[in-house]
């Protein structure tokens, strides 16, 4: 195996490893993000088998109401939650729910169908910088967030609420009339970001008997009364000062993981609806994807930018016609949209198992799984094509065929060969094709930011141009979709620097290194010198914010709230702010 993408999947199977510890532990708003590829490496050894599968209240103002910005090159891929707040109401991007007394997550036979606790509940919400939970923070800075104030909280239904930790229940109020409980849960000054809130004798309606629980719980950030806006304005205005072309929505609909197995498939009906319990995954109604498509859509009309959605593997035709009419009839028409099939299906690391339903399926079909990811991908095109018109397809639909970046000629080549053997030109289907374009450097300890920043820039340089076993440099994907003449030619639908993987060698200098003046450079010279200006069309920086840890530094920045900490949001912004 290519010793490169070894490294990948080693990284990502410590990161996901991670997130399931957090997960269970209550550690962390978004201590590690859910994607981890980060291909940083310049993987220019061989692929001697030719397999690879094993690698691894106040409106902000951003409706769109003028014509979107001429777009940029530049893109930015969001999380859920992100870093400082994605919604107004907390509940929408955090279920934490544990049952009285045990601390066990709450099961699906203690929930109605769209996700509400039926009994005695305890919430859990926690902003803790990684790893106070085990006394010690990577963070060499120790950035926290600023999460005090007072919190306007309500449910429907009646509950004796308390706070056990983090903050005190106060105004705690219950309206017979509206069968409404409300209270403040106030947050002193000094907090380390870690509540626990306890609801006990609750009752769902008046005429109910006790432990029953409640509906439509919201803690609304504090300064805010209601949630209309449903965005936290800083998260919308933190979008609206970076001229991106485009949101790739892949994390914020958490595509990774989230199919059943094969052949399952999902319905329409069973997609994540708006007025669910929250907006990440439930996995106690089954409903394992993150944000719904409304909030895709409205994200994107009021940011005026492309949205770029992953189609879960598993959806069915009907789940993708629907899909695509949901959009037709509500994204604003001077807006494109970017197909694209899942995500990373080539990656089997734990956490991405829609690779292992690719494969699954391609041998059902007797195909090779990078053929089933194009006759997939093809798939998407005639759906989309079938509600927004033929000639839509690489006008206003823009499918693009991914795949992992040192694959070149071992998926990518063979999949177009594979749609023009089996259904026709790839032009006519494909918008273009992509890879991740990470980089890194730093890693042996003792190492500081300036050899940090030079072995970032060498990682770079060495991306550019590979003429080694696997030719799978930018030039050679540039290339490649000059050869098949793809409309929008080579796009990065991930990149930036890479240090994480839950290794602590030289952490706080690499963490230091991410926020240090030099990285503007770095960061410019990535997306421009060696993309832009090579002749890549759409470059989207993962991501948009996320904290500094030992599982990465993905985000531009890692507080919405204060988004120029450091130079890499300055550098995206300016690059996009160009001709």
Known sequence: MNDNIRTIQVRTVALYVAIAVLSIAGCGDDSADPDSDAGGDSDTDADTDGDADTDTDTDSDSDSDTDPAIPSRVGVNISLPERGGTYIDLARENYRWTALDTGAAITADQVDVRGWPEVDVEYIVDFRPVAEWNNSIDDPEVYRLDVSGSWRCSLTGQATVTGVLGGAVENLQYDDGANST??????????????????????????????????????????????????????????????????????????????????????????????????????????????????????????????????????????????ATLLQETLDPRLNIYVESSNEVWNTAPGFEQSLYNQAQAADLGLDEHNNHARRTVQLAEIFASVFGDSSLNDRIRVVLCSHQPMLKWWVEPMLQYIDDNHGTPSDYIYAIGSQTYFSGGHDDGEDIKKILTDCRASITAQIDDTGVNEAGRSQWIAMAEV????????????????GGGNLTNLANLILAERSEGMYEIMRYNLDDAFIQLGGTLAMQFTLTSSYNRYGCWGLTDDVNYPDRNYKMAAVRDLSASP
């Open 484 to 499: 098949w003449q793809l409309p929008g030619g080579y796009v990065s639908y991930e990149g930036g620097p890479d240090h």
């Open 182 to 323: 409300t209270f403040d849960f106030v947050v002193p000054s000094a907090s380390n970001g870690f509540f626990i809130l306890r609801f006990a004798d609750t009752r769902r309606t008046p005429s109910a008997e006790l432990n029953t629980g409640f509906t439509d719980f919201k803690m609304l950030r504090p300064g805010f009364t209601n949630d209309d806006n449903l965005f936290y304005p800083p998260f919308l205005e933190l979008l609206d000062s970076v001229n991106f072309s485009t949101i790739r929505y892949m994390v914020f609909s958490i595509t990774n993981g989230s199919d059943p197995d094969y052949p399952g498939v999902i319905s329409w009906s069973e997609r994540k609806l708006p007025g669910d319990a929250s907006q990440v995954s439930l996995r106690t109604i089954g409903k394992n994807g993150g944000a719904c498509w409304e909030h895709v859509i409205e994200l994107a009309n009021r940011t005026g930018t492309d949205a770029w959605i992953n189609v879960p593997i598993s959806a069915d035709i009907n789940y993708i016609t629907q899909l």
